[in-house]
């Protein structure tokens, strides 16, 4: 059984930065590619990074390229999200997702297990 637990979320004012955390458990955490996905008020789940299983590569949705950089620590069962210059349409929930899959995915249906969420607010 997959547990992720995202932490570090908050309120921050625009152009601050923020890093968010995810915590996994119970598997082979090194072997599985993860992911970052938001969801807005209102508004459908939508992609933001993607890291393959040894964080050789990644994937970045347009809106959040070159402010927002995705990492892990494998040897920590840690998979991060380094948030700079945010901006108030940042504003969401932030959720991880564990893709058993080595390639990092960037579609909802590739991803097996997500955490329970972690809330993002930017002030403008």
């Known amino acids: 059984q997959v547990q992720l637990v995202e932490s570090g979320g908050g309120l921050v004012q625009a152009g601050g930065s923020l890093r968010l955390s995810c915590a996994a458990s119970g598997r082979t955490f090194s072997s599985y590619a993860m992911g970052w996905f938001r969801q807005a008020p209102g508004k459908e789940r939508e992609f933001v990074a993607a890291?393959?299983?040894?964080?050789?590569?990644?994937h970045y949705a347009d809106s959040v390229k070159g402010r927002f950089t995705i990492s892990r620590h494998n040897a920590k069962n840690t998979v991060y999200l380094q948030m700079n210059s945010l901006k108030p349409e940042d504003t969401a929930v932030y959720y991880c997702?564990?893709?058993?899959?080595?390639?990092?995915?960037?579609?909802?249906?590739?991803?097996?297990?997500w955490g329970q969420g972690t809330q993002v607010t930017v002030s403008s």
């Open positions: 890291i393959n299983w040894s964080g050789g590569s990644t």
């Open positions: 997702a564990l893709d058993f899959a080595l390639r990092a995915g960037t579609k909802i249906l590739d991803y097996d297990h």
